[in-house]
């Protein structure tokens, strides 16, 4: 039997040309609270939110792109390695050891979005997958493609994520929203024309959509889209933070 982890998002990691700027900038923005990865030879900070460990930050070095890098959750990392890259996927990092925690892996998907998978080991203490509410949390997340069905097909066919909605994007496009199961939306694949490459952008939930922009302003990021509305009376915003990078979020407006 699968583990309720197998298939899911699980972990997010930012790489930062500027680890420490970006961790005060996420603690002012996000409430994180940071210590040390101890990770030998890697400026690794882990980020958490009400306690709970959610996302690791790291100073890039010599070629690694900066961005932010989700970790969907399996069971079997050499099985899902070898069916992913069967399936069109380009190995970025091979299969490598974190001490204490388990073992990942790194691709780009068949469209070129990168990915990584996390499988944790016996006997570690794995995440539990946060409810809407909890401030800082990971709770949204969207591909932004140039191949919409070919992306669905690949994550459907390898951690089987259901249809769950469509939202229409204009006369033809529409907003493919998936979940863990086919009853609830847990993130979004779409085809979006504007996007420089494909990647997958994170939204992080807020207590208060709007204080969330001021401290964002003030704290050196911009804002280059909303506050915009969407279903559940839920708000988003994308942004840069003070090194250029995009993250995204939502949350209730107007409430504490």
Request: charge should be negative; charged fraction near 20%; proline fraction near 7%.
């Amino acid at each position: 039997m699968a583990s309720p982890l197998n298939g899911k998002f699980v972990w997010y990691e930012l790489t930062s040309p500027d680890a420490p700027a970006a961790r005060r900038f996420f603690a002012e923005v996000l409430g994180w609270d940071s210590r040390d990865g101890t990770v030998p030879g890697i400026d690794y900070s882990l980020m958490s939110a009400a306690g709970t460990d959610v996302a690791g930050l790291m100073a890039k070095m010599d070629d690694m792109p900066a961005g932010w890098l989700g970790y969907i959750g399996v069971d079997d990392l050499d099985t899902a390695f070898a069916t992913a890259i069967g399936a069109g996927a380009t190995p970025i990092v091979p299969i490598n050891p974190i001490p204490g925690v388990g073992r990942f892996a790194i691709l780009l998907d068949p469209t070129g979005a990168s990915l990584g998978l996390l499988d944790y080991a016996e006997g570690f203490t794995k995440p539990t997958l946060p409810t809407m509410g909890i401030q800082g949390n990971g709770w949204w997340r969207e591909l932004h493609t140039k191949d919409r069905e070919k992306a669905f097909a690949f994550y459907s066919g390898q951690f089987g994520w259901a249809e769950a909605g469509r939202m229409p994007m204009g006369p033809e496009e529409f907003y493919q929203i998936f979940g863990y199961s086919a009853e609830q939306g847990r993130g979004a694949v779409f085809n979006d024309h504007d996007a420089k490459s494909p990647h997958w952008l994170f939204y992080f939930w807020v207590d208060n959509i709007d204080a969330t922009q001021a401290k964002l302003e003030a704290a050196g990021g911009k804002v280059v889209n909303g506050p915009m509305q969407v279903p559940d009376n839920t708000w988003i915003i994308h942004a840069l933070d003070p090194q250029g990078i995009l993250f995204a979020v939502v949350g209730k407006r107007g409430e504490k």
